[in-house]
């Protein structure tokens, strides 16, 4: 039998609503005794299934009630609705659009604004929401070819060309409600964000991609952090605004005019750094030399490098006093399995040691990072075994213009427990998912605040090509598909 929170979300699903009184939920019960014959008690007329078929020439099994909505707007602006093929569409909108589809319920109706380009709409709302419609705004788009196509997980999406003034009063006139409004970086963000603030079911704002023009620092201020990702949640106007794909606002980075003082690592915990390299003779003593005025020890696993990677880096040791281990392993008995190396490199660190970083050897700290990072450490409590560093991708071979994508998050600093030890998951992208992890501060200047940190330095450019690096993707993403990894 259907309980009441199972009649409830069935009416916010398909009809956008809750039930009228206890009385309808029991009644409901009583008659349909299955998700499925209430959906049908919804869907069976033969009234609706010729509607749908006749204007969208869409199989019965994709219809919906929130698209018949979206429907009645398309047809509003006097269009007739075409299936056609699925557009392309940017790889962050999935992501974006699982911030509310994701929730308890099937969103009646997202909205996209913005040209799409790379991936298609099919990987913009996840499987299991045939309650949901996606209305496309393409202002790109001929006015007089609006159309209609089924996702493959059954969502309907429909694409229109019109302004923000006109969808407002589509919207009205339907007395439709929003549940997801995503901004793809079009011209023109917050005209769009001003004109269907008032048919949002949640107040809350997703801009896709950067920057966004109209967003700017003065207008934005810091609050409450995100409870999902630990990240401070900008506003905008009354309206919580969520990023997809990088920061809300351009970050720079620009060193301190005069050098922070050193601060004294005896009185703070045992940080010991640990890396895994392999022919990085070119960078290893730059990464090195940029942690070893804070380290207590350094743990190097070399997974098979035919150049000098190893020496440098025991010569390196040598000269900063810093006890080490290093360690030559065999590349291919780690089976292209990052996960496995860096744990690998992790058993190199003895007891006494409190945290450990681990960095690549493309990457590096700045003097300014030391003392915040011992800082956090320091101030750790004891349920917080792991750290998520926001990381400064370098595009150039400086350090100028601007970090993208940022802030890159990177669960990099752990807290060394050998008796239960903090290990990475994931052949590929690897990461910390056994353990809980916290995010520390971003980089606030864009909009007048603190730099905050500690941040990774990722120096793309400075070792690589630009040949070399899309190799190195590349590499990458065969070993992901190798290892069954999306």
Known sequence: MLTETEVTQLYRNLLGRDPEDAATIRDFQDYYQTLDRGRKAVFGSDEFNDFYARVTGLPTHARDLAASLALGMLRQASAQPAPVASPPAAPEVARAMRVILDQPGAARLAVAV????????????????????????????????PWAGALEDGTT???????????AEILAAQDARIDALCLLGPPGGPDWAQALKPHLARRALILVGRPHAGFDAPAV??????????????????????????????????????????????????????????????????????????????AVLDTGSADATLQIARDVLEASGVPGALAQGDHAAFDDDFAAMRNAALALVPDGIDWVLMLDGDEELEPEDHAPLLRLIAGASPSQHAFALPRYNYTGADKSGLVTPYPDRQVRLLRHMPGRPVRYQNPVHETIRSTPHSCVPLDESAMGGPRNGPHIHHLVRRFRTPAEEDAKQQRYREIAARHGIG
């Open 157 to 167: 999406l429909f694409r229109l060309a019109a302004g923000p003034a006109q969808v």
């Open 221 to 298: 201020s810091t609050a409450v952090a995100d409870a999902h990702h630990g990240e401070p949640v900008q506003h905008w106007q009354g309206l919580r605004l969520h990023h997809i794909g990088g920061w809300l606002l351009p970050v720079g980075y620009q060193p301190p005019s005069k050098p922070p003082p050193a601060p004294d690592r005896a009185a703070y915990p045992r940080l010991a750094i640990a890396t895994i390299v392999r022919n990085e003779a070119v960078c290893i003593a730059n990464m090195l030399r940029s942690v070893l005025p804070i380290a207590s020890f350094c």
């Open 114 to 145: 913005g040209e799409p380009a790379g991936q298609r709409l099919d990987d913009l709302v996840p499987l299991g929401h045939r309650g949901a419609a996606v209305l496309h705004l393409a202002p790109g788009f001929p006015a007089a070819a």
